[in-house]
Nanobody, 122 residues
Framework: EVQLQASGGGLVQAGGSLRLSCAASGFTFDDYAIAWFRQAPGKEREGVLC????????YWTDSVKGRFTISSDNAKNTVYLQMNSLKPEDTAVYYCAAPAYGSDCYGGMDYWGKGTLVTVSS
């Protein structure tokens, strides 16, 4: 059974940094894609970044370019979202997700972890 566990959220002041982790179990990192999504209060969920064994990292949200990076530690089956220069508008519940098969970030996500809340104060 595939499970994704997101962690690392918390309260941070504007300009600060956080690193989120997504620990994956039930599949290997030989051929994979894992993405981060976020949903702010009162807004629709949006894709933030995706990393795959085929294409590397893909940005889906222009507002995080230059501030957020995604990386993976295949030995630990974990994907990280490093968030720097955080802004109040980054406040959201962050989710990690993965497709059931393959390494296509655009193929649709089948597995979702429980979210982790990031709150950025001004």
């Amino acid at each position: 059974e595939v499970q994704l566990q997101a962690s690392g959220g918390g309260l941070v002041q504007a300009g600060g940094s956080l690193r989120l982790s997504c620990a994956a179990s039930g599949f290997t990192f030989d051929d994979y894609a894992i993405a981060w999504f976020r949903q702010a209060p009162g807004k629709e969920r949006e894709g933030v970044l995706c990393i795959s064994s085929r294409d590397g990292s893909t940005y889906w949200t222009d507002s995080v370019k230059g501030r957020f990076t995604i990386s993976s530690d295949n030995a630990k089956n974990t994907v990280y979202l490093q968030m720097n220069s955080l802004k109040p508008e980054d406040t959201a519940v962050y989710y990690c997700a993965a497709p059931a098969y393959g390494s296509d970030c655009y193929g649709g996500m089948d597995y979702w972890g429980k979210g982790t809340l990031v709150t950025v104060s001004s």
